[in-house]
């Protein structure tokens, strides 16, 4: 999974496929914000970050925001634009599933599109690790904003594994579910087809 990453943000892809970069914060993260904000949830994780395309919008809405992502690549872009913006954000270089950041760390937590990407043969381990992980980092009352691809999970092989309804609740057991929706979020891959479960959790 790094290594699809650090490919896709590499110098020579970048100057391939403009959209990496151009692309706007995705209608995920226009919601987050809202969503954040509406429950005055101002700390919050961007969990699997990439370039910072919607931390940055998140940040720009007065949220505090940390951005982690475990690709060395994507975090060097995000740095550069970082500078360009004048933004705050601090980005950091983790895996998901070993985060070193305290236990109640975040009001919030953003997570767009990272469960979707474990297809080995552990990837049922590799959700619950995530998720245990932000369980962990969320205070009392804290606030997961968490998208995934969605449909039948062998359609997206070998690239992604998509997730049906059933799998997406089984991945976010012990919290409770505010809203929920699902719509289409082509952002930069310029694809119509991409249909998303978009879901806001309480701790």
Not at 22 to 28: H, K, L, T
Not at 158 to 172: D, G, K
Request: charged content about 25%.
């Amino acid at each position: 999974m790094v290594t699809r990453w650090n490919k896709w943000f590499s110098d020579d892809n970048l100057a391939k496929d403009k959209r990496i970069l151009s692309a706007p914060p995705s209608q995920s993260a226009e919601n987050a914000a809202r969503a954040f904000l509406a429950r005055e949830k101002r700390f919050i994780l961007d969990l699997a970050c990439g370039v910072g395309r919607d931390t940055f919008y998140l940040e720009s809405c007065g949220l505090g925001v940390i951005g982690v992502d475990s690709s060395f690549n994507g975090l060097r872009v995000g740095q550069q634009i970082k500078a360009e913006r004048g933004a705050v954000t601090a980005l950091v270089t983790a895996d998901a599933r070993h985060l070193p950041f305290k236990d109640g760390s975040f009001e919030g937590v953003y997570c767009f599109g990272l469960l979707h990407e474990f297809t080995g043969e552990g990837k049922g381990e590799d959700v619950e690790g995530v998720m245990g992980e932000v369980k962990r980092l969320l205070c009392d009352e804290g606030v997961l904003v968490l998208t995934v691809l969605s449909g039948e999970p062998e359609a997206g092989l070998p690239a992604v594994q998509l997730f049906t309804r059933q799998m997406f609740e089984e991945a976010t057991k012990g919290l409770q579910a505010i809203e929920t929706k699902m719509y289409d979020d082509v952002g930069c891959t310029g694809r119509a087809d991409y249909h998303i479960w978009y879901e806001v959790f309480e701790k």
